[in-house]
């Protein structure tokens, strides 16, 4: 199985604030990798797909890059709508593995 | 818009079938592929097995053994069936449609339902 190592599990940080989450695959999965957001309560909503592209409805401010084994998600500003947790996940081979999360919460 | 909800049993006794249905609105199942994920309470996504049009199934081999995933065209539905249940089965279950072009994702999914394993 491929894993997905995801860092930071927990960020605290303010609105405006530019966050970085990486995510880091145990093998080569190509660009295979999707990022999810979760807020409470909800289903996860997806954000971005082949590492890159940005889903459509899902503001700019989010974006996605990398691809072999690591990858990085970036919220270039973050929103007050933006707290919520963030999941990869790689699509490369089954089982179609997530990583951990990343809790992002208000400072 | 296609829409996926889940429905079945929210409460199921240890040693018994968990068993849950995906019901597609807005869009046909027999197109891409068709799976089921879930999330204990306060933990974090676990993905459980996938079902292409053609009846192939791919399950999470930690699974393997108690999971079956199915198909009805005809209801335009998917269905999941867990065996021999514990505690450790209780979980948020989500159903969700795969796109398996540029890599893939997961989109949409349904709301999810809490299914209890208790006596």
């Known amino acids: 199985d491929i894993q997905l190592t995801q860092s930071p599990s927990f960020l605290s940080a303010s609105v405006g604030d530019r966050v970085t989450i990486t995510c880091r695959a145990s093998?080569?999965?190509?660009?295979?990798l999707a990022w999810y957001q979760q807020k409470p309560g909800k289903a996860p909503r997806l954000l971005i797909y082949?590492?890159?592209t940005l889903q459509s409805g899902v503001p700019s401010r989010f974006s996605g890059s990398g691809s072999g084994t690591e990858f990085t998600l970036t919220i270039s500003s973050l929103q007050p709508e933006d707290f919520a947790t963030y999941y990869c996940?790689?699509?490369?081979?089954?089982?179609?593995?997530f990583g951990g999360g990343t809790q992002v919460e208000i400072k | 818009q296609m829409q996926l909800q889940e429905s079945g049993p929210t409460l199921v006794k240890p040693s018994e079938t968990l068993s849950l249905t995906c019901i597609v609105s807005?869009?046909?199942?027999?197109?891409?592929?068709w799976g089921w994920i879930r999330q204990p309470p306060g933990k974090g996504l676990e993905w459980i097995g996938i079902?292409?049009?053609?009846?192939?199934?791919y399950y999470n081999p930690s699974l393997k053994s108690r999971v079956t995933i199915s198909q009805d065209m005809s209801k335009n539905q998917f269905s999941l069936k867990l065996t021999s249940v514990t505690a450790a089965d209780t979980a948020v279950y989500y159903c969700?449609?795969?796109?398996?072009?540029?890599?893939?994702?997961?989109?949409?999914w349904g709301q999810g339902t809490l299914v209890t394993v208790s006596s």
């Open positions: 969700g449609r795969r796109i398996p072009v540029a890599g893939g994702w997961f989109d949409p």
């Open positions: 807005g869009g046909s199942i027999n197109t891409y592929y």
């Open positions: 079902i292409h049009l053609s009846g192939t199934t």
């Open positions: 093998q080569g999965i190509n660009s295979y």
């Open positions: 082949a590492a890159s």
């Open positions: 996940q790689q699509l490369y081979s089954y089982p179609l593995t």
